[in-house]
């Protein structure tokens, strides 16, 4: 059964920390990567952060530094720390399993399992 559940989202004010949380179903979790997503109004979804099967890591060069991604195989969770927010960092942040080989693990695809998202919003 597809799973990821989303959590951790919700309202800062510029400067400040979030954390966000995925729990997946052991079947949906990607032996391949999870990834983060996020949407804002008006614009296309874009990839945020991504770790593989081995640990390997790689973001967005608007989050480099600020975010960080981690995994907890065991549990089947991949987290995201989100450090000196932005009020452009506003959106619906989802996680995301691929369910095959990508090759740029921050693209969404149609071969994603998703998640159903999670507010987050920045105020100046």
């Known amino acids: 059964q597809v799973r990821l559940v989303e959590s951790g989202g919700g309202s800062v004010a510029a400067g400040g920390s979030l954390r966000l949380s995925c729990a997946a179903s052991r079947a949906t979790y990607s032996k391949y990567c999870m990834g983060w997503f996020r949407q804002a109004p008006g614009k296309e979804r874009e990839g945020v952060a991504f770790i593989d099967s081995v640990g390997s890591t790689g973001y967005a060069d608007s989050v480099k530094g600020r975010f960080t991604v981690s995994q907890d195989n065991a549990k089947n969770t991949v987290s995201l720390q989100m450090t000196s927010l932005k009020p452009e960092d506003t959106a619906m942040y989802y996680c995301?399993?691929?369910?095959?080989?990508?090759?740029?693990?921050?693209?969404?695809?149609?071969?994603?399992?998703w998640g159903q998202g999670t507010q987050v919003t920045v105020s100046s």
């Open positions: 995301a399993a691929a369910s095959r080989f990508e090759p740029d693990c921050l693209v969404p695809t149609k071969d994603h399992n």
